[in-house]
């Protein structure tokens, strides 16, 4: 049965899982998920995953959540070229690293659900806009939908968003050795970020790796790389 991804071109989530199968050259069955349509709350998908998120993986039909771990699994199962560090220190960075960066996601939904996704959402009436919320699984999210679409978000709260995630390259300046992140090795760290560093070169802060050296070069060698271009970061807005 091999790999399932169930994924949205523009998530930064499905990215990074997309990012690391194509580095371990895995073939998959890809599903887009339109998370404008909210397709991630449809019966259908939340059967598959009752979080109502992308992505959503699955192997040999056994379903998986959360990109990190999605590709701490892939990792372990398809063990070439290898992407976590045999250190068991350097993996206990990454691994925190990581989770650092899943916890700056809030950040990224400030400015990512301005597009398509609230656009939608705000030309719904009353009732069916809490008719779409009632499917929303979780709190946080009820609360990120009704911001998005009916109270968006000030110029002052998108700059405290952005003031995080700029605080994220200001770590990555003083981490950045050889190639990647974590050991001077590219690997799951640097796949982890990767969609972060793309949204903020594209649309939250162009000019901010003209300042960071360091993040600079790391950013143009991960955009060379082969799976780079395959594993589609096509621009968000447009
Ligand atoms: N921590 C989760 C985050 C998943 C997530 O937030 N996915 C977003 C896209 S990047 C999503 O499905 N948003 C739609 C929604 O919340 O309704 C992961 O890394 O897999």
């Not at 950040?107 to 301005?114: A, H, S, T």
């Amino acid at each position: 049965m091999g790999i399932v991804l169930y994924h949205s071109p523009k998530s930064s989530a499905s990215r990074r899982v997309r990012l690391c199968l194509e580095e371990k050259g895995i073939a998959y069955e890809g599903h887009v998920i339109d998370l404008s349509a909210q397709e991630q709350h449809s019966e259908a998908y939340l059967k598959i995953n009752p979080l109502g998120v992308v992505p959503c993986m699955l192997h040999d039909g056994r379903p998986l959540h959360e990109s990190s771990v999605m590709c701490e699994y892939i990792d372990a199962v398809f063990p070439e070229p290898p992407l976590c560090p045999e250190d068991p220190y350097d993996l206990a960075v990454m691994r925190n690293w990581i989770r650092y960066v899943d916890g700056l996601i809030t950040n990224l939904i400030r400015f990512n659900w301005r597009h398509g996704m609230a656009a939608k959402a705000a030309k719904m009436s009353e009732a069916e806009f809490e008719a779409m919320l009632k499917n929303v699984p979780s709190e946080e999210r009820k609360e990120a939908w009704r911001r998005a679409a009916r109270n968006p978000y000030t110029e002052t709260e998108l700059d405290e968003a952005r003031g995080n995630l700029l605080a994220m390259l200001d770590r990555m300046e003083g981490m950045i050795a050889g190639d990647g992140l974590i050991g001077g090795r590219y690997g799951l760290a640097d796949i982890a970020t990767a969609p972060f560093v793309r949204r903020i070169e594209e649309e939250i802060a162009p000019d901010a790796l003209l300042s960071r050296p360091k993040c600079a070069g790391w950013w143009a060698a991960l955009t060379a790389r082969p799976a780079y271009a395959r594993a589609g970061f096509d621009p968000f807005v447009g």
